[in-house]
Every structure is written in C-alpha cells, then in structure tokens.
C-alpha cells in the first residue's frame, strides 16, 4: 500500500505510464481497519452471522474498487459510509437470492457468465476500462488481452508501480465478475417469480376499459376542516378497537430508541474572530509587498486555498474569490473582507492573466532505466530523435511501456482545486505551455517523459492567483469555557426529567427524536457519535449518558433514553395520534353525511346551500386513476371508484373522501379513440405485475431476521 499510495501521489506519471488519464488524485488518510482480534459479528441473515474481519473485507474490496474506477487515492468520510451501507445492503440481499435459489435449484454457471461478457451489453461492464477506444463501449478482446498479460507477467522483471497498477486492475475485474454472477442470480429468481404471475383476457379488458372511459363531475364538498377538532370527543375504548383492527400496519421489524437530547455546538467567540481577522490583515500587508516566490510566501501563510503556480480557471477557486476577480487589475490585491457563507476572512492578489486552450490532446513516452543517470541518457537520446524528424510512434513501439503513445485529451480540470508537489507543477506547466506539434523532455525524480502537444482547443480566461482565505475557528479557551459549563449541567442534570425543566433556564435546546435505529449512524446529524449510539442501544430507558465529544470536535452532546420500542407490534400509545385522527376524520364524516340526508337534496344547485360547502368541476376522471379536486387540494378515489357506475345528470351520494365528504353528479362521459389491444394490454399488467414483485426482497428480509449490529463497530 505504500508504494501504490507513492504512485498516487506522482498522478500524472503513473496516468502517463498505464494511458489512460494524466492526473487524478486526492491525498488522503488510508482506511482505518479494526484490530485483527477481534472476533464478534457485524450481523446476521438466516442465521448465518457476518464476522466483523468477513464485513471488512468486504468493504475494503469496495472501497478500492471505488478508488480505483474513480481515479483517487482516498474517500471522504461521508462516501466511506456509503460504501459501507451499500457492503451490508448487498451482502444481505445476495443472502437472502442466495438462500431462496439454493431451494429452487437455481445456478449461474460459469458459461453464463462468458457469454455475458462475449455480448458485452450488461451495464456493469461498460463502467469497466475496458473498452474500444473508437466505439467507447466494452470490447471482450481488451478484457482477453489484459487477463492474458496479466497470466504471464513476471512481477520480478517488471517496475513496481507496473505491477501494482495489473494487481488493482484484476481485483478490479475479480469484483465485477463476481458481481456478475450475483446480479444473474437475481434476475433468475425475480424472472421465475415474475412469471408466475400471468394477465388474462378478462383482466386485460377491464384494465382497457378502466383507463379509457372518463367522467366529468361536477362536485361539492364539505372540508372536515370545517369542523372543529375539539368537537369531536374520542374514547380509550374507540382507540383501542381501531388498534386491534389495524394491529398488522404497526409492526415493527427492528427496534427502535425514542430520546431527548442536547446537542451543544462550540462557535467561535467574537475574540476568535477577531484574532483571525487581525492574521489576515497582517498577510495581505506581506502579500502587498511580495513580487516573486509566491509559493514560499502562500505557504507560511496556510490558506484553506493551496497556492498552485499555474493559470487556472474561475472554477478553480471558490465562489466568492472568482465573483472579485475581474473587479482586480493585474498586480492589485482585494481585501481583507469576511466571508458569511464559509465563515471566512480573506483577500487575494491577482498575479497574471491570460487566454489560452483550455483542452490539449497530446502523447507520450515515459523512460525508465536502472539508475536516473541511465534514464537521463536514454531520455535526451530519444529525445534528440525525435527532434531530428524521428517518427513519435514508432520510437514509442520501442520504448513505451506498453508499446505505444495513445494520443489522449486533458483540461485545467486535472489539476485544478488539487494540492500538486513541484513535480506535477512541472509536468502541467510544461503541458500547457508548449505549442502545436512541438515536444518536450521532462526529467523528473522516477523517470523522464518525453511529450508531444498534438491539438488545442476551447480557449478560456485564465487566472494566476495567490488566495488568503482564513477559517474562523472557535480558541482553545472558547472550547474549554463552553465544555466546562456544559459538563457542569450534565453532571447536575442527571435524569431526563431535570434534563427537560432546566435546559431553556440555562440557555440549552432540548430536542426530541423517535424512532432511531442503529442503522442511521449518527444522532441528531451529528458525525462522530458512534460511542453514543453504541451507548443508546445498551442503555435501559430512563438513563441518561455522559457527556459525548463528537462531532468534528466541535460538537457535545447529552442523550436521555426515553423509551425502547421492541421489536413487535408497536404500542398503542405510540400510534394513538394516528388513529385518533382516522377517528375524528369518520366521525365528521358521519356528522356531515346525516347532516346532507336530511336535506334531501334532487338537484346540484341545491348543494350550494349546504354550510361551509365549495363546488368544483373535475374532469376526465377514470376508473384507473384517482381524481384530484382542487378546491380541497386532495387526490380522491372514492370519485373514480364511481366513475363507471354513476349515472348521467342524476346526484350521487354523499360519500366520504379523503380531505371531504362528496356530493357529485355526472354531466358527460366520454371513451377515448383508442383501439382494444389485448396483448398489449396484457403485457401492461404484466409490466405493472413485475414492479409489484420487485419488493419480493422484502418479505425475504423479514422472513430472514436480519440483524444489524454494525454500529458496535462503525
């Protein structure tokens, strides 16, 4: 890893030796892998348990093959927990394929897959490298040739970074061969399912009449709204019976933590900003008087914006420092000013600007031998021939590594908003610099490359520019102040209640959040609460934590486990909102219907007179649809329910919707000039059929108990 880590920081060589991009890297923290002892799980499928060491492998197999089609050296935090949900998402779902196949009997064999890759027309295979340069697409013979080459490579005559770029590139192609044979699998099994499910004629031609027999409506409704809620009283006993009724929608298949919290975030004090809007005013003083070695001077400085010593573009820099550029004349400085969207003091000297192509095709050479002294000599006598007239692709079948010089295309996009060595500057200002047609030999510390420029284009202002840009961030003091008084609260509060009464008294929030499962990572949004998290799922309800340092150190944080919710049916308490409200919503339904029988009403213009009553004119509606009506902002199923069976001209109802209680009458029916197709008719159920058996995974997932305990661990 060290060594390949070596050859991501030299990106343009290493893109320049393997040819396929010159310059793609971000430095970066290697990934962090638990301790090799320890021996407990990260979950379970079938009760089949997934080992912390197995689950990691996993993920560090994803996450190099996510550097490495992505072109980077690292990830950030935030995808690094993408990838670990997606790890576990697809674990259980090829477990749970798996286990149901293994029953059915279903296989992938081996010829399957090779004459999947033979047709190359599965998407997974065109986000691999391997592909025609012409067409863009997949080529079986490129794949051949590399697995070939790799077979009869001897690692031991071969420069390391050769072999460690062929060892990333086959563990690359052993993921996507084995994802191969798991998404076949899966397509078996949901083929097999999808099939089973077969339309019919009858049920084709209700759905034909369904969608194309439409109704016009004119429509009164009376809004629940304009009854009050406080009329409407409900019992313990109403409640209850409608839980019992409803028990099935509230089960829960994982437990859940119901908490109050305080999160406190620690700000920097007007001192602190202070302190910092002085430092800047004493650089962009130092910046006024530098003339030349820019980069020595930008690094003393430690800008959040590295100093690159190369034209770059406006999107280079950020968005505040590119909306003042032009407002700056060559030599002049802008600042000091604050910054509210990034919280940032600044100012920038606008050192050159020029236009000039933006996108360079070129092609290289890159030269390597036993000691630099070796490589300098062959470098400038390869060089000295190709500027005599020697044939750029011909020297190259001799002395490029893979025996020729593709010719590629680069931007100011390679480099720009990246932290380059002097090294890379080289490389790219040389790049850019140089002219149609003309070459040039570029020594650097592992090797030498000789290059040629083949076209430009695309010309675009570009912009040297030394940046100041200074965070403001809270003191240690500051820190220190807000940590002692908040542990001080904790340590006074130590129950949930007290917590809750003396929290606004001393200037805290207390938050609220139900229904947090462990598989959320965080609490509250807040990143680095695993130790609280692991806290919360261990905790009895009632109890209070410690006081968490989380966050990215500029967060503290006090969890009150409120309550548990097993796994199971969900208390009535905790649904007793929602039933409450389907209650009072029946009962003013009922209220509202005996109140329109009474009237008695033969006619639509006596449902103006109903209380609180507003009319709307809804068109088109089928029985394959739901109607919207507008007037109470609410899609209604109920109006397209009766929309083959109402009559012409007469009243109907009153009925109870959504959002109202209807009265409506027909005043034109219409069927659209469509011709009856009953294949294609079927086919569209069908087609429905499949979206509705797409969810099979899901009650796989039940049946399965699945476990997650991965936030023990991360």
Known sequence: ????????????????????????????????????????????????????????????????????????????????????????????????IENEAKKLGLTVSKAEIQAMIDEGTNPVLQQTPFKNQQTGQFDKDILKKFLVDYSKMDKTKMPAQYVEYYESMFKFWSFVEKNLTQSRLAEKYQSLISHSLLSNPIEAKAAFEARVNSTDYL?????????????????????????????????????????????????????????????????????????????NFMHTVESSVPFVDLFCTKTAYPTDIAARIDSVAIGQLYGPYYNQADNTFNSFKLLEKQTAADSIQFRQIQISAQTPEQTKA???????????????????????????????????????????????????????????????????????????????????????????????????????????????????????????????????????????YSAEHVIGGVKGTREAMKWLFSAKAGDVSQMYECGEGDHLMVIGLVSIVKEGYRPLDLVKDQLKAEIIKDKKAEKII????????????????????????????????????????????????????????????????????????????????????????????????????SRFVNDLYIKAKVKDSRYLFF
């Not at 709204?225 to 409640?239: N, W």
């Open 1 to 96: 890893m060290a060594t390949l880590q070596k050859i991501r920081s030299k990106g343009p060589l290493l893109v320049i030796v393997i040819g396929l991009a010159l310059f793609a890297f971000i430095a970066g923290d290697a990934w962090k892998i638990l301790e090799p002892h320890q021996k407990n799980d990260v979950g379970e499928v079938n009760g089949e348990a997934l080992s912390v060491q197995d689950y990691q492998k996993l993920v560090d197999e994803y996450t190099e093959v996510i550097k490495f089609s992505s072109g980077v050296a690292s990830l950030s935090d935030d995808q690094l927990t993408q990838i670990k949900d997606e790890v576990w998402r697809s674990y259980v779902n090829n477990k749970l």
């Open 219 to 295: 429509v009164a409704a009376i809004p629940y709204t304009s009854i009050p809620d406080a009329s409407i009283t409900v019992s313990d006993s109403e409640l209850k019976t409608l839980y019992d009724k409803k028990k099935e929608q509230f089960k829960q298949y994982v437990e859940s933590r119901n908490i109050k919290y305080i999160d406190v975030q620690v700000l920097p004090s007007k001192t602190d900003k202070d302190e910092v809007e002085k430092e800047v005013k004493g650089y962009t003083a130092q910046l006024a008087k530098t003339t030349g070695d820019y980069s």
């Open 378 to 516: 062959l470098a400038d006598s390869v060089y000295k021939v190709i500027k005599a007239g020697g044939d750029f692709a011909e020297v190259a079948k001799k002395y490029a590594p893979n025996g020729n010089a593709q010719s590629q295309w680069i931007t100011s996009q390679a480099y720009e908003k990246a932290t380059l060595d002097a090294d890379n500057v080289k490389l790219f200002s040389t790049l850019f610099n140089l002219g149609v047609n003309e070459v040039a030999n570029i020594t650097l510390p592992q090797g030498s490359i000789i290059m040629q420029v083949l076209d430009k284009k695309a010309m675009k202002e570009k912009y040297k520019v030394a940046v100041i840009k200074k965070q403001i961030n809270f003191s240690k003091e500051t820190y220190n102040k807000i940590y002692n008084e908040f542990s001080q609260f904790a340590a006074a509060n130590t129950t949930i209640e007290k917590m809750s009464a003396n929290a606004e008294a001393k200037g805290y929030k207390l938050l609220e959040r139900n229904d947090l």
């Open 594 to 693: 005996a109140q329109i029988k009474v009237r008695h009403l033969t006619n639509f213009e006596q449902c103006r007179t109903i209380p609180n009553v507003v009319t709307d004119s809804v068109k088109h509606v089928t029985f394959s649809a739901s109607a919207y009506v507008s007037t109470v902002r609410s899609s209604e199923p109920v109006l397209s329910a009766y929309a083959s069976i109402a009559p012409l001209n007469k009243l109907s109802g009153p009925v109870k919707g959504n959002a109202a209680v209807f009265v409506f009458q027909p005043y034109n029916k219409e069927k659209l000039k469509e011709v009856y197709d009953q294949k294609a008719e079927e086919q569209k159920i069908q087609s429905m059929t499949m979206q509705t058996v």
